[in-house]
């Protein structure tokens, strides 16, 4: 061993030095115990996440609620042809609306997910505003929607009177 310290007791530098088992270390008689000690090893300090708020289920629809009129009605393979073009030109607004609201909330949950990763790497800035572009289009295309159904109620099509829209409106 490099300067005799297996020894059980030797001089090193004009101090007596002692290897003492019971104290797990090496000690001299000028400075009453000194140990040394690895230093601990260097872990990173735990990181957590915010919590993401739930969000409230009462405006969420079930998912029968959600099912989409296309699929219902291809489900009762009903014949199209009964229905007024009144009656097809609204199912088709309710069914874009849908697609535009489901649209929106998925990009409220990404939105919400990107900001609790705010800072793990810039990635995640440019997907937020690229989600933040993609709900300003959402936004717009139900506004777009809305004005067409606002419009949509005082049209009349070939072969319909003003009560078949009257009771298309009371029906909805």
């Not at 009656?87 to 489901?102: F, G, I, N």
Request: hydrophobic share 35%.
């Amino acid at each position: 061993m490099p300067l005799g310290l297996g020894k059980s007791r030797t001089k090193l530098a004009g101090m007596s030095v002692h290897d003492d088992p019971e104290l797990g270390g090496i000690y001299n008689n000028q400075q009453p115990f000194i140990k040394t000690f690895a230093p601990p090893p260097r872990t990173p300090e735990p990181f957590g996440l915010q919590d993401i708020a739930e969000e409230n289920n009462i405006d969420t629809p079930s998912p029968i609620d959600t099912a989409s009129l296309t699929e219902t009605l291809t489900s009762l393979d009903l014949e199209i042809s009964t229905f007024s073009p009144l009656e097809l030109v609204h199912a088709t607004l309710d069914e874009a609306k849908t697609s535009v609201e489901d649209h929106f909330d998925t990009i409220q949950t990404t939105l919400a997910l990107l900001d609790a990763l705010d800072g793990f790497s810039a990635t995640i800035s440019e997907l937020r505003k690229e989600m933040l572009e993609k709900k300003q289009a959402c936004e717009e295309k139900m506004v777009m929607l809305d004005a067409v159904e606002r419009e949509i109620e005082g049209t009349y099509f070939a072969g319909e009177s003003h009560e078949d829209n009257a009771v298309y409106k009371a029906g909805k």
